[in-house]
């Protein structure tokens, strides 16, 4: 099914998808030798020369959507549009060196069959090449640029995603062969989401919810599931304390595969931000797109919208910063947003204001839950 859905894609589309695979060591080490001995080839020969590496482009220009043709959501993908990294342009000449320097890393940690997170492989390039990684920022946007160039994952390169991600509520966990997790026994911290993408690959996964609930803040999950909201409205609870990390979407996504009858649903504050954090679990992203994709979900937006500010005080709403403004017009100018996610959009930029889903603890600590059950009964979402 899988193979057919891309070959549909690939007539569909007026141009590939482009994606990184998912491979074992023993593939992607001969990938990493061929991308070596190209460089060689070229270098040795009668013409000799220092090759540019040709990388899938990341930006928005080679952004394209998936309209849901053949899927319930629409995602971002990446076509077929290259970009370079060369050692003869000034500006580029660093970027093209971290590009060896990551895959040579990738390569020894394939071969001692280990695996690493991002921040440990900052760590150890720092120790090896410290004045081509001043920060995690370079080490990050190069590991990119890997699997832009192999065209497989970051895990199969190795590399962890470092999970930041809770679930609790109704839900049991399995890893094969160990105990059964209950996470609606977890309390307020809930039950951390494991980094490793194989092991969450294999949880099985059973629950007798009716809604699945993304949270954006893990103060809010905490508020629930002292509550115990779960109880109230059968439902799993999940976030991923802000921006979402690769783990917190990708279980999401494995819920949604496994549960498909369940709606996901996104309780998020009121500003760009919010949303561009819902959009990211929704839609994927350009910058991931080579990955992304494989985990966009159909999450619903069940608060906080426009229509909720009349629950909150004035003196409660914040003004909007220039960081919310910059969100703001990037989303306004995706191919992804949905007609009535633009109008909330608009509303916000011109009020100049945002709102926090704490605001509604003036009606209460519990009210919170009140709140979310009534907006699931009327089918207030969208």
């Not at 969450?200 to 699945?212: C, E, G, S, W």
């Not at 069940?302 to 229509?307: A, E, K, P, V, Y």
């Amino acid at each position: 099914m899988e193979a057919s859905r891309k070959s549909a894609m690939a007539f569909f589309s007026d141009q590939q998808l482009c994606y990184a695979d998912i491979l074992p060591p023993s593939e992607v080490l001969p990938r990493i030798e061929v991308a070596v001995l190209n460089f060689l080839r070229i270098l040795t020969s009668p013409a000799p020369a220092i090759s540019d590496l040709p990388l899938i482009a990341r930006n928005s220009s080679n952004g394209r959507v998936n309209q849901g043709l053949l899927t319930e959501v629409p995602w971002i993908f990446l076509a077929r549009s290259f970009c370079t990294r060369s050692l003869m342009r000034a500006n580029a000449t660093k970027a093209f060196i971290r590009v060896w320097k990551v895959m040579e890393m990738c390569s020894k940690i394939l071969a001692q069959e280990k695996r690493v997170t991002q921040r440990e492989l900052f760590y150890k390039l720092i120790c090896d090449s410290p004045d081509y990684f001043p920060s995690q920022k370079e080490a990050n946007r190069t590991i990119q640029d890997v699997v832009a160039l192999l065209r497989c994952s970051r895990y199969s390169l190795g590399i962890m995603a470092s999970s930041r991600g809770l679930v609790a509520g109704r839900l049991l966990l399995q890893e094969p062969n160990q105990e059964v997790v209950d996470c609606s026994i977890c309390g307020s911290s809930g039950h951390a989401i494991s980094g490793d993408l194989n092991l969450l690959d294999k949880l099985i996964l059973k629950t007798d919810a009716r809604y699945i609930i993304v949270l954006e803040k893990h103060a809010i999950f905490q508020r629930l599931a002292e509550d115990r909201v779960f109880n109230q409205i059968p439902s799993i609870l999940i976030t991923a304390k802000g921006y979402p990390d690769i783990a917190t979407r990708f279980l999401l996504h494995r819920m949604s595969r496994a549960f498909p009858e369940l709606p996901i649903l996104a309780l998020v504050d009121w500003n760009p931000a919010g949303l561009a954090i819902l959009c990211t679990f929704k839609y994927g992203s350009i910058g991931m797109g080579l990955e992304a994709y494989r985990y966009a979900c159909n999450v619903k937006w069940l608060g906080l919208r426009g229509d909720d500010l009349e629950l909150i005080l004035a003196e409660s709403l914040v003004p909007l910063k220039p960081k919310d403004l910059q969100i703001a017009q990037s989303l306004m100018s995706s191919d992804t947003l949905q007609e009535k996610y633009k109008q909330e959009l608009a509303l916000m930029v011109e009020s100049g204001q945002r709102a926090e889903l704490e605001a509604l603890y003036c009606h209460g600590y519990d009210f919170l839950g009140k709140f979310i059950a009534k907006k699931i009964v009327q089918a207030n979402y969208v």
